[in-house]
């Protein structure tokens, strides 16, 4: 464990609880009078919930634009396009999962640093890394997932599909000012966006624990994250309340996670299949890579990787006795826990792209987080572990 690390509280003020997206408005009324309400296209508007939000905007003097035209991998251009629907606004509200808030996120940036609603190439300074966000317009997150940790961590995940890249990218500034988690809204989730979402909270969960990145405070948080997924990931795709409110908090988790440590391999690998398939689900191409990723490191990783993977095989009910010798059975735990939630489709079947091409986009576009790997990954090494993984 590494207790030598620096740590600043996340500034995000947390509400949990059924019902409290009635709060949106007074929540943003703190922020400012004009609001940009970003949020998914239909799965919102017919449940009620973006009503149900503007409403709250409206009765605290709040006014309110709605942008709901993401894609699914939300790319550069759909940023632009949400921050010319509203140039002006002084508050973003993300109402929906991972796309909607990923986006509402680069638009919190794009408002505060350019006069100008910004061209694909001034959004793409921030997002390739070549500037780092130093500030952005507050924003108000109600995460209708559990899986992407956004509305806590200081991500965004945006996709340029002239250069077929998906990057993720962020700093402070990015970090939600309020998260709404009303688990009514999660309650509308359908079973396998509840199984894939959850997955993507397990891979950041257990991503975190074994990255270079990784703390004591990272430790607690990740392995409690996963008992939690580990207890409730089933009952939660199978419809119960009291699951998906604790998936919730396994996301929250999740999310600090991010914040204090990253993901690893396995979230790179997933973003190049992901930049050759732009429809295919973050956790469909997780779940493809996933074990083998986990083999990668099991074999070749110091004896405190070794441990640490025993470790999340543990936290998955498998029966270790020794977390150093046993750790090689977690690949065999992921396949299952893969299979039991229907998401064991292999690379091969989400994409034509070659190993070799996936593996060149992934050394290109996802450096840093391959450099948080617990174990080096040469371009080569990644080649493998596709090839594995078609
Ligand atoms: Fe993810």
Redesign the pocket.
């Given at each position: 464990m590494n207790t030598d690390f620096d740590y600043s509280h996340p500034r995000t003020q947390v509400r949990f609880g059924r019902g409290r997206r009635d709060e949106t408005g007074e929540v943003a009324a703190r922020h400012g009078d004009d609001a940009l309400v970003v949020t998914t296209r239909n799965a919102m508007q017919e449940a009620g919930f973006l009503d149900d939000v503007l409403a709250s905007l409206e009765e605290a003097d709040v006014s309110a634009t709605v942008y709901d035209d993401a894609d699914p991998n939300p790319t550069v251009a759909n940023v632009v396009d949400c921050v010319e629907t509203a140039p002006d606004a002084e508050i973003v509200v993300a109402l929906g999962g991972?796309s909607p808030t990923d986006v509402a996120k680069a638009a919190a940036l794009s408002l505060a640093v350019f006069d100008e609603p910004p061209s694909i190439e001034d959004v793409w300074t921030y997002a390739s890394g070549e500037k780092r966000p130093e500030e952005a317009t507050p924003l108000v997150a109600l995460p209708s997932t559990s899986?992407?940790?956004s509305h806590v961590d200081p991500w965004a995940?945006v996709t340029r599909a002239d250069e077929r890249a998906k990057v993720g990218f962020g700093g402070d500034a990015l970090v939600p000012h309020d998260a709404i988690v009303d688990a009514e809204i999660l309650d509308e989730m359908p079973a396998d966006l509840a199984a894939r979402t959850g997955f993507?909270?397990f891979?950041?969960l257990n991503e975190a624990y074994v990255a270079r990145g990784s703390d004591a405070l990272t430790d607690a948080n990740a392995l409690r994250g996963m008992e939690l997924v580990s207890r409730n990931l089933r009952r939660s795709v199978e419809g119960s309340s009291e699951a998906r409110e604790k998936m919730a908090v396994a996301d929250t988790l999740a999310g600090f996670c991010e914040a204090t440590s990253g993901?690893v391999a396995t979230?790179a690998l997933?973003h190049a299949i992901s930049a050759y398939e732009p429809d295919v689900a973050?956790?469909d191409a997780?779940a493809s890579v996933a074990a083998e990723v986990a083999a990668y490191n099991v074999e070749n990783g110091d004896d405190e990787t070794k441990r640490r993977y025993g470790e999340i095989a543990e936290t998955l009910g498998f029966p270790v006795a020794d977390r150093k010798l046993d750790a090689p059975f977690v690949v065999d735990t992921f396949r299952e826990f893969v299979a039991e939630f229907d998401l064991d489709a292999s690379v091969g079947d989400l994409t034509d792209a070659t190993p070799e091409e996936l593996a060149e986009n992934a050394a290109e576009h996802m450096r840093l987080v391959l450099r948080n790997n617990p174990v080096e990954v040469e371009e080569d090494d990644l080649v493998g572990i596709f090839e594995d993984a078609y």
């Open positions: 991972g899986g992407t940790g995940v993507d909270a891979c950041h993901t979230h997933a973050h956790g997780l």
